[in-house]
């Protein structure tokens, strides 16, 4: 087929490697896959429908490729990912112009959608109604559109926790895992092609194989992944509080290539509102956690996130939240402030508290947690790690340590590296300063 098509991923990595999955799909039935959106015939928009702003950001992005295709500067768009599986005909109503809707359950269907769209059509929608329940292995596991030596390894889709503010399993459907086979022949894969670093991804990725008596736990999972030979790194993303098992732990300590990281998001600290936020089973394994844990392994590096301003959220629990952030010390952490979301149990929930009280508690808290972060950062200096190159500017290099997600977590920057550097090289660094959330290094081999 002689059109190419170009891909705009947005929203968070499981959609970027939904959208790996589009283009293998593509690949394999000859389409071609533009070196850029802009100068593709057809311009892929991969959405994200998580809040507000995701949405907004992804309504912005589909009117701009309309107005490219009105001057002519493109033949089609095609809307994909959680927003249609959330809108489905009501997204197609708001967006006449766009010419092809896919559900994030039709993923396989992209080349039958594009030639429809190629040959003409419009408005066709392939996004089947009810939840989601597929999980899709990629055709070509190297295929990465993360534009570095790493990847992201999605082990699971879906949620069968059920938060009260969270639309995600209504768009993603239950919890569901992949054949263990297909990751570790994806994993495998991804190491043989140079991939240096693996992030093991899903939407609650210690959940693994809980949904099947036939697949091993995540602990045994990444045990195997942990005997692939090759020089490359693990880190686990997306992890439940009370999922943390002590065979988990031991792993961590243990491990070949898994990073003594863990990404643990709390949400809240007070009971009360993590009983309100439907996250009770939370409640015991949020206290003392970062204690717990760097007991059981020293040196892990913890990332979490917080949600502020939640229905009935008051000074006192939102005090409670202060002083166990101050205690517990995470290594990383990110703030967001509550937005209700249809279809989801908090929305129309009475007590909320005033944006502008729900966004000056998110300022307290990132302030607190500068504080902290300036404090670990400054005990840093003079360590050694490993450091993965990601690029080149000028004389600088810019990589990540173990410590550091990609995103999420700052970089690190090193210079006086040798000519021979390479992104993907793995070299050795010391740490010597830091700039608020990044790092910088001296070069030692
Ligand atoms: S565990 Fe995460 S994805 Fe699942 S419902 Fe809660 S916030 Fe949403």
């Known amino acids: 087929m002689s059109v190419s098509v170009g891909f705009i991923s947005l929203g968070c990595a499981k959609n970027l490697v ?10 394999s039935g000859a389409v071609e896959l533009a070196a850029a959106p802009e100068s593709a015939d057809i311009i892929l928009i991969n959405t994200c429908a998580f809040i507000d702003l995701a949405r907004e950001e992804a ?10 295709k009105a001057n ?3 033949r089609a768009v095609i809307v994909t990912g959680c927003m249609v599986q959330r809108y489905r005909e009501r997204l197609a109503e708001v967006f006449p112009e766009v010419d092809g809707f896919l559900g994030v359950d039709e993923l396989d269907q992209i080349v039958p959608l594009v030639e429809q769209v190629a040959a003409g059509k419009s408005q066709v929608l392939m996004a089947a109604a009810g939840a989601a329940h597929r999980n899709f292995d990629p055709l070509y596991p190297t295929l990465l559109f993360t534009g570095g030596p790493f990847a992201y390894l999605k082990i699971s889709d879906g949620c069968n926790h059920r938060c009260a503010y969270c639309a995600i399993p209504e768009i993603r459907g239950n919890f569901r895992s992949r054949s263990d086979r297909a990751i570790l022949e994806e994993a495998r894969r991804m190491v043989e092609a140079g991939v240096r670093e693996i992030n093991v991804i899903s939407q609650d990725t210690l959940n693994y194989g809980a949904d099947s008596l036939e697949l091993p736990s995540i602990e045994s999972l990444l045990q195997q992944i942990d005997q692939i030979e090759g020089d490359f790194r693990v880190r686990l993303l997306y992890s439940y509080p009370s999922s943390v098992t002590p065979e988990l732990l031991e792993l961590l300590n243990t491990s070949r290539h898994i990073c003594k990281y863990l990404d643990l998001p709390v949400q809240h600290s007070h009971p009360e509102i993590l009983r309100a936020m ?9 206290q003392d956690l970062t204690a717990r844990l760097r007991a059981a392994v020293p040196g892990i590096v913890l990332r979490t996130t917080c949600l502020v301003g939640f229905p009935g959220e008051s000074e006192a629990h939102f005090e409670h939240l202060l002083q166990y952030v101050k205690r517990s010390e995470f290594d990383h952490l ?7 979301e249809e279809d989801t149990a908090a929305f129309g ?7 502008e009280v729900a966004e000056e508690r ?3 808290l990132m302030a607190l947690q500068a504080q902290i972060v300036e404090k670990k950062l400054r005990l840093l200096i003079g360590r050694e790690d490993e450091l993965l190159l990601l690029r080149q500017e000028g004389e600088l290099w810019y990589g990540r340590l173990p410590r550091q997600a990609p995103d999420v977590d700052g970089e690190t920057m090193v210079a006086g590296l040798p000519a021979t550097a390479r992104v993907g090289d793995r070299v050795l660094v010391t740490i010597t300063g830091f700039d608020e959330y990044d790092l910088e290094a001296a070069f030692l081999g």
């Open 334 to 340: 990110g703030v967001f402030v509550y937005s209700p």
């Open 349 to 355: 929930m009475e007590d909320l508290p005033d944006l």
């Open 278 to 286: 439907n996250r009770a089973a939370a409640v015991d394994a949020t």
């Open 59 to 68: 309504t912005e992005t589909i009117l701009s490729a309309c107005a490219h």
């Open 362 to 364: 998110c300022e307290r």
């Open 18 to 27: 939904d959208s790996q999955i589009m283009a293998g799909y593509l690949k």
């Open 72 to 74: 002519g500067d493109c």
